[in-house]
């Protein structure tokens, strides 16, 4: 059994930061590809920051040089810092596990709702 177990969204400030993490169980988490993805009403999920298993790490444009994402692989643990946040962040956000080599195997946690408001 698969489980991506968000936490830490919430309220916060504009300007404000919070750190998400993501608890991974029923994979090798080593060799996963995991991100983080958010998405708004009406809008498609989008992905916002991935980690390799050689800790290479791609952002989207929007949130490069505020957010920061990181992987334990002691603790099968992915976590996202999010910095300066403004109203643009506000979505619900959910990690993902990708191993893309031969067989596609892809899993989603369950979404953590981010809010920054006034």
């Known amino acids: 059994q698969v489980q991506l177990v968000e936490s830490g969204g919430g309220l916060v400030h504009p300007g404000g930061s919070l750190r998400l993490s993501c608890a991974v169980s029923?994979?090798?988490?080593?060799?996963?590809?995991m991100s983080w993805y958010r998405q708004t009403p009406g809008n498609q999920r989008e992905p916002v920051a991935t980690?390799?298993?050689?800790?290479?790490?791609n952002y989207t444009d929007s949130v490069k040089g505020r957010f920061a994402i990181s992987r334990d692989n002691d603790e099968n643990t992915v976590y996202l810092e999010m910095n300066n946040l403004n109203s643009e962040d506000t979505a619900v956000y959910y990690c993902?596990?990708?191993?893309?080599?031969?067989?596609?195997?892809?899993?989603w946690g369950q979404g953590t709702q981010v809010t920054v408001s006034s």
């Open positions: 993902h596990a990708a191993f893309m080599i031969g067989r596609e195997e892809y899993y």
């Open positions: 980690i390799d298993p050689a800790d290479r790490r």
């Open positions: 029923g994979i090798i988490f080593g060799i996963y590809d």
